[in-house]
Structures are given as structure tokens and as C-alpha cells.
């Protein structure tokens, strides 16, 4: 079992990062030069199957066990109205995952993936970020390293997800804690709050901001003062997969602003992740936009539970079907760009 000892132990963890396979990158490269279309014309589809070899350290990759892990917790913060449901909904929402009855259930069947639901002291909410910190190192550490230890060692993709009621709130506030702006930059609508729902939850997070003014420099602990236990851990498994080189297809909002602090440690540090959507959640276009990461997809979505990723991953395996099973000119004898 994973251990952080403490905020500087996982912040060494963080920054101790392996580089991706740059040579098996370059041989898919190589092969795309090949195959029969115009060099290039397949777009992003050739660049995935480049970054999906960089990090498996492999020509061709593979998409053979696909993982799913989707973190749950709970949120003080709720108690300032910031969400149109109940806290009781994120167990409810759990058992709906075991039962087989989510969204998130059905897209694992799709893309044949393994699903993996983790619950993290449900029946212990953070506390109110506009009261007290989220979550103490100890709480945040353990949560963290929840998340390391979920990833499995012959993972060769993993999507990261959540379910949290009030999620959203705590992301935000992650948010506009690393890259400024405030509750009206980065609060949207989550579940579904009203104006005044929304008004509350601008609120919220800007009160919270200015009761941990003293840790906003430092990513890991902001993290733990104003996010939540699934944020740590999607934050954890990110950070295990790695230093195990396995590629991760990152969900919406919430997911994003869970690893975001990776990104302010180390600049490189999502070099391994993309991007799998773009969240119809408002903050999530200028959290995307702060990191430099590019969506796969664009469909106004805002469930979470990793259901935008999920159905990215029916990118990636469109792009690895046409790298690997595409002719070459000199197979099908197809002239080439030059004669």
C-alpha cells in the first residue's frame, strides 16, 4: 500500500515524473507515413496513436485493458446551498454503479472496459471550505494515495471519473485558487442550482478563497483545503499512471481541476493525459484553455462519472484500427505522393 508521509513527500512524488517513449512514438510516426492517405490527413486521429505509443512504450500501442476508476466522496460545502441535490445522492449514485443502472455502466460496456467504483468515506463529508480547511494532510495524503493504489499495473488506458454532490463547488474553488478569476469565473451550474443557487456558489468558493489566502501558493495544499477525497484521489491515480507509464483520458470539469495542481508543479507533468471532452460546465473551456490541453470531444455534456472520456475512448480505438490495419502503399500498390 501506497504512504505519502506528507505534503513534501508527495510533492517529491510529483515532480520525479519518467519522460514518455520518445522512439515508439516515432516508429508509429514512421508507419503513418506509409499508409494510404495523405500524410497528415487523418488529424488528431495519427497524433493519438503517437501519444498513445509515447507512453505505453510500445509500436503499435494497444487498447486491450481499458480501466475505468470512478473516485466518490462528499462535501461540507453543501450545507451553503450550492447544489441542487442532496449529499444522500452520491451513495444513492453508488449503488446505481453497482447495480449495473449509470450511464458510466453502459459506456464501459460499449468501449469494453473494466469498471472500478471507489467510495471514500461517504458517511464522512469533507468540512465546509468556508469554515475550515476540506480536508487535513492526513485526510488529503490518504485520500491521494487511495487513488495511487486503485490504478492496475497492466492497465494499458485509464479514464478517471468522479461522483461527488457538491463536486463541482470544490472544483471551482481548486480552480480559481491556481489560476485566479474567483467563484464567477469558474462556478457554473453543476446539477442544476438556480440564480440564487448560483449567486451561493460563487459566494461560497470566494469566501473559501479568502479564508485560505495563506496556502494559494502552494498547489497541493489549496488542494486539500478547498477540493475533496475524490479530487485526491483522481489527483493520485493520475500521478501512478504516471510514473507506470499508462496513458490517462481525463472527464470534465471536476476531473480536470483534480489534476490541475500537477500542472502547477510541473509543467509537463499532463504530458501524459489528454483531454477526452469539453464539458457544457462553464468553468471547465477556461480550466482546459489554463492548461493547454485540447478535447477530443464537444458534445454538452455535464454528467461526469467519466462518461465524456468514456466515449473518447471510441476515438482512440478508431485511430489505432486505422494505424494498424490500413494498407501501405507499397502493399496495396498505390502510387505515392511522389509517383
Partial sequence: MTSFASFADLRAACLDLPSGDEAAAARVAAREGTLTKPPGSLGRLEEAVEWLARWQGMSPPRLEAIEFLVFAGNHGVVAQGVSAYPAEVTAQMVANFAAGGAAINQLAHVVGAELRVIALDLDRPTRDFTEAPAMDEAE???AAAAGYDALSPDADLVVLGEMGIGNTTAAAAVSAALFGGGGPRFAGRG???????????QGAIDQGLKRHAAVLDDPLKLAAALGGRELAA????????????????????????????????????????LAGHMSAESGHRFLLQELELSP???????????SGA???VLVLRAALACHTGMATFAEARVSGKDG
Fill in 140 to 142: 488529503f495524503l490518504e
Fill in 191 to 201: 446539477t442544476g442550482v438556480d440564480e440564487a443557487g448560483l449567486r451561493r456558489k
Fill in 234 to 273: 483522481i489527483l493520485g491515480a493520475c500521478l501512478a499512471a504516471r510514473h507506470r507509464r499508462v496513458p490517462v483520458l481525463i472527464d470534465g470539469f471536476v476531473s480536470t481541476a483534480a489534476v490541475a495542481p500537477l500542472k502547477k508543479l510541473r509543467s509537463d507533468a499532463l504530458d501524459h493525459t
Fill in 296 to 306: 477530443l470531444l464537444d458534445l454538452g455534456m455535464r454528467l461526469g462519472e467519466g
Fill in 310 to 312: 468514456a466515449i473518447a
